[in-house]
């Protein structure tokens, strides 16, 4: 089969690059990427022993892959409480976040390796959206474990690559490994049916992404945003989320004509990557920034060097991990990063929506515009995609001077996320007992 050999090349390739592999992990080490004493995981090597009795294991490879995970598993948990989680993920803000959700029985070995089927003997392995990784799929097939994708999608650019002659046999064998796909949308099933997944394992739930709700947030956080909160009240609050850098810099911009017209404004903003944050603040200095808010009474305070909320700041930078969530139901209006510049691909409205935000985007939001259509179909008010600064800034200066306007688009996105996320979960639940559960567990 042309699929098996193009699979045996890839693996005597992967494994010739192991010690690469190896040197790379202890580059990261070094620099301080990652956790700093578990970076062995990711080459397999187990932090905690194996509990006996069933095993899951969820895979992730990032926050927003493993939030949408974390309402399965404890839905999973509830139905199931003789199982054991293993929920592994590739970042450290996902680590970080992960710690403070109160998950059940649940172990808390968190990286990405492949190499530890024989060590952990999952009886099921349920993998979000996209990471088909050819040495772990056959892996779990030949010691007869039953996979499911959740969320599955593929990226027009993968479908492009996967499509060519030489990878296609390839992503149809590993495909037909699996027991249950469960597609993003109807055009990512279609895609999966393009790549030749077998028809009979194609079924749909709704995004899992439109679950936030479903998970409890840390007392910690909510104690600490409630007391932000009371320094918010009687201001105008807006807040600039999941910020990649270069956009910033068009946050900020929009601040500054903001302000002019409401003088006690306040700008919230949410890298998506902590480190950012300090960067921010240096940025703001590097261009002057920060010497002429300073004089027009407008001060920067950073969340992560506790600098306090006061009456003259006007720009409060969030460089913590765990807290987005928490901070849209102390904001009337957010705005979604990772959309404004190409090469972006946008980041989860739903939470937001959940949280009854205004919610607006950039245009560059790649498979999220799937959501974005969605929930403008059930309200077209619910989601305000702005090609720009200009226009970022003209719909701000809407919402902020009519009152009516602003609390419509709020109703209208709660409202959206409340017809889309029913019963979401129950439907997941429903499609692995049959297709996985079934087969794995009993």
Not at 37 to 44: A, H, K, N, V
Not at 106 to 118: I, K, T
Not at 190 to 216: C, M, T, W
Not at 296 to 312: D, F, K, N, Y
Request: with cysteine.
């Amino acid at each position: 089969m042309k699929g098996m050999l193009i699979y045996n090349i890839y693996r005597t390739l992967t494994y010739s690059v192991s010690p690469l592999v190896y040197l790379h992990l202890r580059w990261r080490k070094f620099r301080g990427l990652g956790h700093p004493r578990r970076w062995p995981e990711r080459l397999g090597h187990p932090s905690v022993a194996r509990p006996t009795g069933p095993l899951l294991w969820f895979h992730a490879v990032s926050l927003g892959e493993g939030m949408a995970a974390i309402p399965v598993i404890k839905h999973c948990h509830r139905l199931r409480p003789d199982l054991t989680i293993l929920m592994t993920t590739a970042t450290y803000s996902a680590l970080c976040e992960f710690v403070h959700v109160k998950m059940g029985k649940m172990q808390g070995n968190v990286g990405r390796s492949y190499a530890f089927l024989g060590y952990w003997k999952p009886n099921a392995i349920i993998i979000i959206e996209s990471e088909l990784w050819p040495n772990l799929i056959m892996g779990a097939s030949k010691h007869g474990i039953a996979l499911a994708l959740l969320n599955a999608r593929v990226s027009t650019k993968s479908l492009i690559q996967w499509s060519r002659p030489l990878l296609l046999p390839l992503i149809s064998l590993l495909l037909s490994k699996f027991s249950l796909i469960v597609p993003l949308s109807t055009s990512q099933a279609i895609r999966f049916q393009l790549l030749q997944a077998p028809p009979s394992i194609i079924n749909f739930s709704g995004d899992l992404k439109y679950a936030v709700h479903e998970y409890d947030d840390s007392e910690e956080y909510m104690g600490s945003i409630e007391d932000l909160k009371g320094l918010l009240d009687n201001r105008q609050v807006w807040m600039a989320s999941s910020i990649h850098r270069g956009e910033e810099k068009v946050m900020l911009e929009v601040h500054k004509v903001l302000v002019r017209m409401i003088p006690n404004i306040v700008t919230i903003i949410v890298p998506r990557h902590p480190q950012h944050g300090k960067e921010i603040a240096h940025i703001l200095m590097h261009l002057g920034l920060a010497q002429e808010l300073q004089k027009e009474g407008q001060i920067v305070a950073l969340r992560s060097r506790h600098e306090m909320l006061t009456p003259r700041t006007n720009v409060y930078v969030v460089d913590t991990l765990g807290e987005l969530r928490q901070l849209y139901r102390i904001t009337p209006i957010a705005v979604i990063g990772g959309s404004f510049f190409p090469g972006l691909a946008g980041h989860n409205i739903s939470e937001a929506a959940a949280a009854g935000c205004a919610v607006l985007t950039g245009h560059h939001i790649g498979h999220y515009s799937n959501m974005v259509l969605e929930m403008q179909r059930v309200n077209p008010m619910s989601v305000f995609q702005v090609s720009g600064k200009l226009e970022l800034e003209e719909a701000l200066k809407e919402l902020f001077s009519d009152a009516r306007l602003l609390e419509a688009r709020r109703v209208a996105a709660k409202q959206a996320f409340c017809a889309l996320s029913s019963g979401i979960i129950a439907n997941v639940w429903n499609l692995l007992n049959f297709h996985i559960f079934r087969q794995a567990l009993d």
